[in-house]
């Protein structure tokens, strides 16, 4: 079993449009969780990290469900300039999930 | 600005030849690491480094070999037994290999073989 998994997509939403990921994570000692944008033929770059509680920044939300060692997401009122992948990734691992590519349309 | 810098961004190999990726940071970051990403692909893991003079194998290690003499400098050598090396290779560094903090990227050297 892979140690992080994420649904590869694609997502093809329209613009506006509200659109959710999620990534499952195999070890319960993770403490910390993050989430990555890979815009095309670029470095992964720190999105947000995912707090226990839940939190937000602008039209992104993340969320850590322990129990069930997933952690998710959402974006509000997609932009063309969304387009990009995904890829999240937990502490005490240094692997990535695949990514999540996400393509916004006019 | 602290930051890790890969070089060269663009590398053309000819088949049997060994090639070196710089990386070198200088956000004072114990652990380092480099992955292998394919087109349409995730990011591999090839090695990764807690301290200076250790490192460990990751997941396609075969092929690569790399060094940690100083903190600030973790480079791959592709060897020419790599039988596919054409590929983004990204260097990654951390706080430590908690990596409690995430992970921050160079933005990658292009390999070629031709």
């Known amino acids: 079993r892979k140690e992080v998994e994420q649904d590869p997509g694609p997502f093809n939403v329209p613009e506006g449009a509200t659109v959710a990921f999620n990534c499952t994570y195999s070890?319960?000692?993770?403490?910390?969780f993050f989430w990555y944008r890979q815009d095309c033929r670029k470095e992964p770059k720190l999105l947000m990290s995912?707090?226990?509680s839940g939190n937000e920044d602008g039209r992104f939300t993340a969320q850590l469900n322990r129990a069930s060692q997933y952690i998710s997401l959402l974006i509000r009122d997609s932009k063309l300039s969304d387009s990009a992948t995904y890829l999240c990734?937990?502490?005490?691992?240094?692997?990535f999930g695949a990514g999540t590519r996400l393509t916004v349309k006019p | 600005d602290g930051g890790i810098t890969q070089s060269p961004k663009y590398l053309f190999r000819k088949e049997g030849q060994n090639v070196t990726l710089s990386c070198e940071q200088n956000l004072n970051h114990d652990a380092m690491y480099w992955y292998r990403q394919d087109p349409g692909q995730g990011l591999r893991l090839i090695y990764y480094?807690?301290?200076?003079?250790?490192?460990q194998k990751g997941d396609i290690a075969e092929g690569y070999s790399v060094s940690r003499e100083k903190k600030e400098s973790f480079p791959l050598t592709v060897t020419s037994a790599q039988k596919n090396p054409t590929a983004f290779y990204l260097c990654?560094?951390?706080?430590?290999?908690?990596?409690?903090?995430?992970?921050?990227f160079g933005s990658g050297t292009r390999l070629t073989v031709v």
């Open positions: 990654a560094s951390s706080t430590n290999l908690d990596g409690y903090y995430g992970y921050t």
């Open positions: 990734v937990v502490n005490n691992d240094m692997r």
């Open positions: 480094s807690q301290i200076v003079n250790d490192f």
């Open positions: 995912v707090y226990s």
């Open positions: 070890n319960s000692a993770s403490q910390s």
